[in-house]
């Protein structure tokens, strides 16, 4: 059994990343580095006005006096900050008018990535953005969406076309002192996407994100903001891949949600980073700050995530229950496989009356991987009658890889019930053989159980999105037992 | 059916199946019986391929075709059953589902077009029928949280979805009450046809008063030591394994 187990770790260590192609694309970048003038670089090519510009030299002189973080449980050798180019824009002859005039190269990137920008096919009813390298490339359902009021574009436009509401809302639920990542990000974030859901608008469509790592060397910093207005609704979606290189690239990112009186905002990512080789060599390291603000009673965030990529996944989608009455939610599955790290998981900040908090987590390890859920559910004096439920369950596959959980719980209020619930399995032969069994071939088992294990989570994801993340979730772990 | 010719298995270092013949004919229920630790439970394992035990001699054919050389999955696919003694649980996977990707998996191998959730539907109400099993207990994730009962009806039912041609009940009346055992039993025999065959190891006679076996064999220290018909079940279920255990170890001596 054993022996058989080695072959077929083996196995899934040859499964193929299908999203590895590179693009040849001509890129205009900025020289590798950072300093000053390339922050100053990076303001320019954008026409920003002056406040951003001033936004940006802060975060950056900020970030010199920060370290990065050293707590988590990931090892990885230190990162060269100027070996990085911090922008990197497909060259267009002109600005797209619309997506006809999008290069050709490009649409058929996004093709190949299964994702349509022709707004003629209505029939996805999902509105894209489409990010590659530092730029948004293209937006969908735009006139659309304007006629109900949701604003929807690329962070760019946003500065240039809705300054106000940007220079409210940018930074104010992670200010770019808040750490080290998200300091660099506010200093040299090229793009990313905004979303504004007005007063009483329930969106009428998904509104999806695509971003995709293209130009060797680059780093990708994109920021994403979505605010919901009182009782607003929108449900955005977050899909992420890259090219196979023998280099680690850096991606970190910043999304902040705010969400007013009785606003509910449901985000969801498939997140599939090239993870590196068999080896472990390459990869993207993805670190990244997401946060999101319950600022009205009775609102509420979910966040959902499906993360298979990345060679090291440092991220902690939280959510501050501010508003009396408020729901957070963090949905989580953590696939890890070869040497990937994962050290992952959320923050639930009660400080209004009545909140509510719900987490599930499921992470699961193969390989020599190492995969850590950590989160933190703060009580605050004043918050009343807080609740907590955490749910933290491990898989594993293979005798390999680790599994670890650090769950950080501060209760200042007690009248708060928090509850904390961790289970640790492993796929046992028992349960393959039994598939066997009845003719059900052991990858087939494998993909079988772990969905099984990760379903309270699948079903938080939409419709559009479950499918592609169950083939993911099979994939990513093809062949783990023997 | 089924020749089973001087059939040798070990478990690490330990010998536990050291010579076993049996033929299974289409039409035919053999009972396996015998005392704790004479290898029934690892017959039925080494039939469907369990990889903990080594096949060290002998050979199996079944359906004309060598089973020790064919994976456990593609002997399910080839029409063999094992009733768990003790089956899985699988969380989150619903047993509808489960069944409905087993039943398909084979439909595949056999060159047939995946059956359509309605007709899948059609044919489960149908066999609910015959093992009472409730559609509330399908819709729960595999054997999770279910009596013991509960599963053991689950795997007929199972048995009678996936319609084998040799199915192997390895103690499917163990931990049973005696309505279940009924049930059970009932299922069986409904599903018994001149096409089919089965191959039922028990510890105890009295499952074989509702399933009636054509043959029984004894199974001692990892041999056939007696076989008969359903008059040897009865006589040892009087007089105990004792006085065959006696009689073989003189043998032996």
């Known amino acids: ?68 973080p050293k707590w ?40 190949k990535l299964g994702i349509s920008l022709n707004e003629q096919k209505r029939l996805t009813g999902v509105a894209v953005d489409a990010v590659i390298d530092s730029v948004s490339v293209a937006t969908t359902f735009k006139e659309e969406l304007s006629k109900v009021g949701v604003i929807f574009c690329s962070m760019s436009e946003a500065i240039q076309d809705h300054p106000a509401l940007i220079q409210k809302y940018l930074g104010s639920v992670v200010p770019a002192t808040d750490n080290f990542f998200s300091a660099l990000n506010a200093a040299v974030f090229s793009d990313g996407s905004f979303c504004f859901i007005p007063k009483g608008v329930r969106c009428p469509m998904e509104l999806s994100t695509y971003f995709r790592i293209n130009a060797a060397n680059t780093g990708q910093f994109e920021r994403t903001l979505i ?53 472990g060599k390459g990869g993207i390291y993805n670190f990244v700050t997401k946060r999101g603000i319950c600022a009205g009673d009775h609102s509420k965030i979910s966040w959902t995530q499906v993360e298979t990529g990345s060679s090291i996944t440092w991220k902690y989608p939280s959510v501050i229950l501010k508003g009396d009455y408020s729901i957070g939610e963090f949905y989580s599955v953590a696939v890890t496989n070869n040497f990937q790290q994962a050290d992952t998981g959320t923050k639930m900040v009660h400080l ?49 890889c680790g599994a670890h959980t650090f769950p950080y719980i501060e209760v200042k209020n007690n009248t708060a019930v928090v509850e904390h619930e961790a289970t640790t399995s492993k796929i046992g032969e028992d349960q393959i053989f039994y598939c066997n069994q009845r003719g059900i071939d052991t990858e087939t088992a494998v993909a079988l159980i772990v969905n099984g294990f990760a379903k309270e989570v699948m079903n938080q994801l939409p419709m559009e999105f479950a499918v592609e993340a169950q083939k993911l979730l099979a994939i990513s772990l093809e062949g783990s037992v023997g | 059916m089924l020749k089973i010719n001087n059939l ?15 033929d299974i004919k289409p039409g035919e229920i053999h009972a396996i019986m015998g005392p704790n630790g004479s290898g029934k439970s690892t017959l039925a394992s080494v039939l469907a391929g369990r990889s903990d ?37 699988i969380p989150g996977v619903s047993t509808t589902n489960f069944i409905k990707s087993a039943v398909n998996e084979k439909r595949k191998y056999l060159g047939l077009e995946p059956l359509d959730a309605a007709q899948f539907l059609r044919n489960m109400k149908e066999k609910m029928k015959l093992v009472e099993i409730d559609q509330s207990l399908l819709s729960r994730s595999l054997n999770e949280g279910f009596s013991g009962g509960e599963k ?9 979805m996936l319609e084998p041609k040799l199915a192997i009940l390895d103690e499917t009346d163990s931990g049973l009450d005696i309505d279940a055992l009924r049930i059970v039993a009932n299922g069986v025999n409904q599903l018994r046809s001149k096409d089919n065959a089965f191959l039922v190891v028990t510890h105890y006679q009295r499952l074989l008063d509702y399933i009636v076996p054509d043959f029984v064999h004894v199974l001692y220290k990892g041999r056939i030591v007696r076989s008969g018909t359903k008059e040897l079940a009865k006589e040892l279920e009087v007089k105990g394994y004792d006085f065959i255990k006696a009689e073989v170890d003189q043998e032996l001596a």
């Open chain 2, 53 to 89: 035990y080594e096949v060290t001699g002998g050979s199996v054919e079944f359906m004309g075709k060598d089973l020790l050389e064919l994976s456990p999955e593609d002997r399910a696919k080839e029409g063999l059953f094992l009733a768990f003694q003790y089956p899985v649980e």
């Open chain 2, 152 to 160: 053991k009806r689950n795997e007929i039912f199972q048995m009678a």
């Open chain 1, 72 to 111: 988590p449980n990931v090892e990885y050798p230190p990162i060269n900050y100027q070996d990085i180019i911090y922008y990197s824009a497909p060259k267009q002859k002109i600005a797209p008018d619309s997506l006809d005039d999008i290069d050709p190269e490009l649409r058929k990137t996004f093709e």
């Open chain 2, 8 to 22: 040798q298995a070990r478990i690490e270092e330990k010998e536990i199946l050291k010579g076993i013949n049996l």
């Open chain 1, 352 to 400: 209004g009356k009545n909140t509510k908090s719900r987490i599930v987590s499921k992470g699961i390890s193969a390989g020599k991987s190492q995969n850590s859920y950590r989160g933190l559910v703060s009580v605050a004096k004043n918050a009343g009658n807080a609740r907590n439920f955490s749910q933290c369950d491990s898989l594993l596959l293979g005798d390999k």
């Open chain 1, 227 to 279: 605010v919901a207005e009182d009782e607003a609704y929108v449900s955005y979606l977050e899909g992420c891949t890259a090219p196979m290189r023998d280099e680690n690239q850096l991606h970190a990112a910043v999304v902040e949600i705010v969400a007013m009186e009785k606003a509910e905002v449901k985000y969801s990512t498939v997140q599939n980073w090239y993870p590196g080789d068999k080896e």
């Open chain 1, 1 to 68: 059994m054993h022996e058989e187990n080695d072959d077929i770790l083996e196995q899934i260590t040859s499964s193929e990343y299908k999203y590895g192609f590179v693009t040849d694309i001509e890129a205009d970048e900025a020289p590798k580095g950072l300093s000053e003038d390339t922050v100053r670089f990076i303001s320019a090519k954008k026409n920003e006005p002056v406040w951003m510009l001033e936004y940006r030299l802060k975060a950056y002189r900020h970030w010199l006096t920060m370290e990065e």
